[in-house]
Nanobody
């Protein structure tokens, strides 16, 4: 299983970014996929989850601002982030669990004032 995250960058507060996570070596369409993030000095936290049927759940801190989605044909997971806040600054990781956790390499999102 390989997960390749991309799309991070520097954005001003209030702006938007879309993260992508390309998956390979797995039956992408049948697996729940997740986005996590880790800010400096903090524990990694779950941001959003999407099931194989497309049902999504979000951390309270991002509800109404972030949208998780998936394209099973492209085997790609997305995280559309809008109304970004300074506290969204973190390294974002895509993740799935298939007998064990698999993680992408992380993509840095920095929100500036």
């Amino acid at each position: 299983v390989q997960l390749q995250a991309s799309g991070g960058g520097l954005v001003q507060a209030g702006g938007s970014l879309r993260l992508s996570c390309a998956a390979s070596g797995m039956h992408f369409s049948i697996n729940t996929m997740n986005w996590h993030r880790q800010a400096p000095g903090k524990q990694r936290e779950l941001v959003a989850t999407i099931t194989s049927s497309g049902r999504a759940n979000y951390a309270d801190s991002v509800k109404g601002r972030f949208t998780i989605s998936r394209d099973n044909v492209k085997r790609t997971l997305y995280l559309q982030m809008t109304s970004l806040k300074l506290e969204d600054t973190a390294v974002y990781y895509c993740n799935t669990y298939i007998q064990r956790d698999y993680w992408g390499q992380g993509t840095q999102v920095t929100v500036s004032s």
